[in-house]
């Protein structure tokens, strides 16, 4: 029977706590097999027909299918477009904001998270993490002690206590996403204020890229009646992710340039994020010295790498201050980021499922009207027919609008009008 595995078939229930291995894989099947189950239902409601998105557990994944690499930038695309001062961008993605209730979180929302680790008032590594939250709050369901047991080695402090790690209050994330005090708290301190155990920023779920995926199976059209192909458009187009990140258009585009001639596509098992390479040969000791064994990964495997440390082994001549990273002296976690691919893997089966028909945009794109580049400026996501806010303009007309001889037609009209959109 297909049951789905933890992120990068990682086991954390060994040794003393292999008893509560089958139960975890239980409920971390039961709960990847449910966001696919809702994604797919929703698909199906909206189209009135059978999806090209599709589950492992209803249909076979034959032996050594290939897997299709879906790969990204690690350094947020949005701190870049936010600030027009590149000094700025590495500090900037360091600080935490507010979640609320009192909660913190990372601004770094490309599905990867880093954080400087500091002994004696020096940096003497950093920490990057890829793993959800949704992994660590099934895994506290199962077995409290062994996830403080994990905090305590990951953390490098044996003082931490489960109840350091529970939810102070009552709260609510999102649809479905209810936290009731006294559960395990993502947010807590050891995993934002002093560590980095796991991913932080809201968007940064496995349900969120499950979701993503799905929706990145329908195709769209603009205005115009033509297929939506590149990934900013498309994101705007669409109701899935956000279009200024690099992750969700690209994940977006990816799928669904896969899906067109009715080809059906899944996430592979085992669902994760990862970090999949790093390219350290843009990183040098101060006389160039390979700094290549300075990057250990410490869950996950390579090329589905959960966390990992960028610190001097054993034996080093030079510390981490004197490594240089393009040419800069390393100071800052975003440093190491952008030398990070991020990656996820699909699987892609002609499974004789009718090619759905394309449908017209459900949002849009505001931009400044001073903004001459559409493709790198922060986008004010909209309904189709939303009004355009002051002081803005469509990023993409296209979008609503169709161009004519002598002007152009609104898209409700040509709708009602025309039927052609």
Not at 176 to 189: C, K, S
Not at 267 to 281: K, Q, R, T
Request: hydrophobic share 35%; with cysteine.
């Amino acid at each position: 029977m297909f049951t789905y595995g933890p992120p990068a078939g990682w086991n954390d229930f060994t040794g003393a706590y292999a008893p509560s291995a089958s139960s975890f894989q239980k409920v971390w099947n039961s709960f990847i097999q449910g966001q696919f189950d809702q994604n797919i239902g929703a698909l199906k409601k909206e189209l009135s027909s059978t999806p090209l998105f599709f589950s492992g557990a209803y249909t076979a994944i034959p032996p050594g299918q290939a897997e299709a690499p879906v790969t990204w930038n690690g350094f947020p695309r949005r701190i870049t477009l936010q600030n027009p001062d590149p000094t700025q961008w590495m500090p900037l993605a360091d600080a935490l904001q507010n979640l609320g209730n009192g909660l913190q979180f990372r601004p770094q929302d490309e599905y990867l998270e880093w954080r400087p680790v500091e002994s004696n008032g020096k940096i003497i590594k950093f920490v990057f993490t890829a793993e959800a939250r949704e992994y660590w709050t099934h895994l506290a369901k199962i077995d409290q002690r062994r996830v403080e047991d994990l905090y305590q080695q990951l953390c490098d402090d044996t003082s931490i206590k489960y109840d350091s790690l529970r939810t102070p209050t009552s709260f609510k994330l999102g649809p479905g996403e209810v936290y009731t005090r006294g559960d395990y708290n993502p947010w807590n301190p050891h995993n934002t204020n002093s560590g980095c155990v796991h991913l932080s920023h809201p968007a940064n779920s496995i349900g969120a890229e499950i979701n993503l995926a799905a929706l990145a199976t329908v195709q769209r059209i603009d205005a115009n009646g033509q297929l939506i192909s590149e990934p900013h458009r498309l994101s705007c187009c669409s109701d899935f992710g956000t279009p200024d990140r690099s992750s969700d258009p690209t994940i977006g585009q990816a799928v669904n340039l896969t899906v067109r001639g009715g080809v059906s596509v899944t996430l592979a098992d085992p669902v994760g994020l990862y970090m999949g390479n790093i390219a350290l040969s843009l990183a040098n000791g101060p006389n160039g010295e390979s700094v290549r064994d300075w990057w250990t990964i410490t869950r996950g495997v390579d090329g589905r790498a959960l966390r990992a440390e960028f610190a001097a082994p054993p034996g080093a001549t030079f510390a981490l201050g004197d490594v240089q990273v393009k040419g800069a002296p390393l100071r800052y976690g975003g440093q190491i980021a952008e030398l990070i691919t991020m990656v996820i893997y699909a699987q892609a089966l002609k499974l004789n499922v009718a090619d759905p028909a394309a449908r017209t945009c459900e949002n849009r794109c505001c931009i400044p009207i001073a903004s001459v580049d559409p493709d790198n400026v922060l986008y004010d996501q909209i309904g189709i027919s939303d009004d355009t806010p002051p002081g803005e303009k469509d990023a993409f007309p296209e979008l609503k609008t169709r161009t004519v001889a002598g002007g152009i037609v609104s898209r409700l009209n040509v709708h009602r009008a025309e039927n052609l959109v």
